[in-house]
């Protein structure tokens, strides 16, 4: 009954940018932490960034520095900001939520999914 619903992806240019949006919606009672994952085709997926409830932050070394992860928990909102693209920033991106309910790990979901494409 949770969905995740991302946005913000498209074609750009390297060196371009992207701002990335996952909304939660449906049964949630408290979201713990969100992240975003990317798969590139014949890769393995891997995690990009999460953040915590308070807002702790971490980033795979490949984008530190360019990508900046937030949150807007009143609107159940992750955001991925990507900066200074490059090619190889090309994936499909999922964001993830931790549902909670009393403390207790409710389930893990996943969005659908969007194409982020860096070429020019």
């Known amino acids: 009954q949770v969905q995740l619903v991302e946005s913000g992806g498209g074609l750009v240019q390297p060196g371009g940018s992207l701002r990335l949006a996952c909304v939660a919606s449906g049964s949630i009672f408290s979201i713990n932490a969100m992240g975003w994952h990317r798969q590139a085709p014949g890769k393995q997926r891997e995690l990009v960034a999460h953040?915590?409830?308070?807002?702790?932050?971490n980033y795979a070394d490949s984008v530190k520095g360019r990508f900046t992860i937030s949150r807007d928990n009143a609107k159940n909102t992750v955001y991925l900001q990507m900066n200074s693209l490059k090619p190889e920033d090309t994936a499909v991106y999922y964001c993830?939520?931790?549902?909670?309910?009393?403390?207790?790990?409710?389930?893990?979901?996943w969005g659908q999914g969007t194409q982020v494409t860096v070429s020019s």
């Open positions: 953040i915590t409830s308070r807002g702790r932050t």
């Open positions: 993830n939520a931790e549902i909670l309910n009393y403390g207790m790990t409710l389930g893990h979901y």
